[in-house]
C-alpha cells in the first residue's frame, strides 16, 4: 500500500519591481464586474428618473389624463 509522508517547502522568490506582470481574469470575474456597474449605473439613473417625472407631473409641467376601458357602472333600478 506504500507510506504516507508529507513535505513542507519554504520558497523565497525575488522579483524586480520592473517586473511587468500580465493578469488575464476570466469569465466568471470579468461577468460579475459588468454587474456591479450595471447596478451602481441603474440604481441612480432609476431614482433620478422617477424624481424628475414626479416634480414634472405635481407641478404639472406635463399634463396627465385618466383613460379608463372600463364600461362605466350602470344602476340596476
Given at each position: ?40 449605473i441603474l440604481v441612480p439613473v432609476l431614482m433620478l ?5 414626479s416634480y414634472l407631473f405635481k407641478f404639472r409641467i ?16
Amino acid at each position: 500500500m506504500g507510506s504516507r509522508f508529507s513535505t513542507t517547502l519554504d520558497i523565497m522568490i525575488n522579483i524586480p519591481k520592473s517586473q511587468e506582470i500580465l493578469y488575464k481574469p476570466g469569465v466568471m470575474e470579468t461577468l460579475k464586474f459588468a454587474w456591479v456597474q450595471y447596478v451602481f449605473i441603474l440604481v441612480p439613473v432609476l431614482m433620478l428618473t422617477f424624481i424628475g417625472l414626479s416634480y414634472l407631473f405635481k407641478f404639472r409641467i406635463l399634463e396627465a389624463l385618466l383613460v379608463s376601458d372600463l364600461k362605466e357602472k350602470r344602476k340596476l333600478i
